[in-house]
């Protein structure tokens, strides 16, 4: 019984000493946290070193308090010209920290001009909506020595970011321009630092500056304009393209020397001639949600050795990998609805198969290879083709006559480009569209019958000069773009399966009005029609031979 006595006792203490002690701690005091340090202006904006153990800061301004999660405070609203006293607290948790005291801060705000210079003399103006500058080499001449070696931008000006290259920023603005003579190139520029704020580099704003090896891209930029370092060749080495970027424009890294780049996943097309001729390019990854790449986007990249395929590539242009002679494994695009011409011409891909027909991605009817056999005739193509490339039968001169079967359908342009001796095609059922320049240069077609179902003619699809006299066109016909029948002289008759008042309904480029002859279209009537105007129909005999109504023989 006295052990027990004593076990309760003992168990007692102990639970009475813990009490002690939780009391205790609950009411330990609290640790204050130390004023914000190392305050300082980065351009209008105030920063100061990060606590980790603050839950926000308060900062004392102009008689208000405002609260910021960042250990940050823009101060752009300070417009004038006095000294303003700043004051910053950490803010604790009220559980182990408290707050810390208020630490001060004077600032005295720049007057915002509407333009100045540096010591190099390039000039800063305010841009339109005040924000920020925009630079522009002044009165400097595109070559002026004053621009030798390593250029450093501002950062800022007047306290405001830089946020602009403007176009032609060293760009001689003449027509002889030869960057392997260097004639009327920038020589001189071997280096640039952009500014940490910037957001645009203009159109050719450093094309061929053909001494440049270094630059710095910003994490803020989200326009690079065309040809913004065309034919910059001593620019070597790793390029990363800032988040924030949705395009690539035109030429913009074309003739670098650049051998990586690194595309963000906010980019969703790589526009004209990119990063063509980079002769040390050698590995490229795309980003997830890039859905175009356009005409020679990679054309004679001849180190290119790999390019990663995602599947959210939906349009391949001309040329994109043409010259790439180094390319053996071709990317594997599975959901492409469109696929220029020339894609993958002088590839080590390309160049390794066998003549006869080019097979990419086992339904996608690339290129006939080589010469056509016997008869110059096509009537049998390979059983698992779904899609036909563009320029798949282009300079294919002595190819007389084709048939496609149906559900085959056209994906891009030039398909029959300068077959000059085609004298018929079996369009497949099922298309919606004939692509740009289909039938160019092909001088010997005289008719062809458009089937039901496609909507759109595409630019320049026939030949100018060419001997088209009749056509077919079908009541689904909702487009005819520009240039789709120009100059065909011998085009006679226009037969449309519509109704005149169908025929008023098509978008027709103001260009083919006269070529196509609207003024006189025969529209389709199944029996000899009661009122006047221009009426056809098919022949009897046969079911396929337009005739109209009147001149039946």
Known sequence: MK?????????????????????????????????????????????????????????????????????????????????????????????????????????????????????????YTLLEDGSGYEVSRGELTYNDSRLSGFVDFYDYFCGLPVKKVVDEMFASGGLNVDPLTGRGCNTV?????????????????????????????????????????????????????????????????????????????????????????????????????????????????????????????????????????????????K???????????????????????????????????????????????????????????????ELTSIYVPDGVKLIGGSIFETCRSLTYVRLPQGLDCIPKWTFDMCNSLQFINIPEGVTTIGKSAFNPMGKLKEIILPESLKKIEQGAFWVTPKLEHVFYKGTPAQWEEIQIDIADNYYIRVQTPWFYSETEPTEEGNYWHYDERDGKTPVIWGEEN
Request: proline fraction near 5%; aromatic fraction near 14%; hydrophobic fraction near 40%.
């Open 3 to 123: 052990k027990i006595k004593y076990f309760l006792l003992v168990l007692f203490s102990i639970t009475f000493c813990w009490g002690l002690v939780a009391c205790g701690q609950d009411d330990a005091p609290l640790i204050e946290l130390p004023v914000p340090q190392n305050l300082q202006m980065d351009g209008r904006t105030l920063i100061w070193d990060e606590n980790e153990n603050a839950s926000y800061y308060v900062v004392y301004f102009d008689f208000v308090e405002y609260t910021t999660d960042s250990a940050s405070f823009d101060l752009s609203e300070c417009l004038f010209p006095y000294t303003y006293e700043i004051e910053v607290m950490a803010v604790g948790d009220a559980k182990t920290y408290e707050n810390s005291d208020w630490e001060k801060y004077y600032y005295a705000p720049e007057e915002i001009l509407p333009y100045g210079y540096d010591e190099r003399g390039l000039k």
């Open 189 to 333: 520029i071997t280096g640039v630092h952009l500014p940490k704020k910037l957001e645009s580099i203009g159109t050719r704003a450093f094309g061929r500056c053909i001494s440049l090896e270094e630059i710095n891209i910003p994490d803020t930029l989200n326009e690079i304009g065309d040809g913004a370092f065309q034919s910059d060749g001593k620019l070597k080495g790793e390029i990363n393209i800032p988040f924030g970027l949705t395009t690539l424009k035109s030429g913009a890294f074309s003739h670098t020397g650049i051998s990586k780049v690194v595309i963000p996943n906010s980019v969703v097309s790589i526009e004209n001639y990119a990063f063509s001729f980079c002769e040390n390019l050698k590995e490229v990854t795309l980003p997830d949600g890039i859905v175009s790449l356009e005409k020679g986007a990679f054309k004679g990249c001849s180190s290119l050795i790999k390019i990663s395929a995602p599947q959210s590539v939906l349009r391949l242009d001309d040329e994109v990998f043409q010259l790439c002679s180094a390319l053996n494994d071709i990317p594997i695009f």
């Open 335 to 397: 959901n492409l609805e469109y696929m220029g011409y020339d894609v993958f011409e002088d590839t080590a891909w390309y160049n390794s198969q066998p003549d006869g027909f080019v097979i990419y991605r086992n339904d996608i009817l690339y290129r006939y290879k080589g010469a056509l056999s016997e008869g110059n005739a096509i009537n049998n193509l390979p059983s698992q083709i779904k899609y036909i490339a563009g320029g798949a039968f282009k300079g294919l001169v």
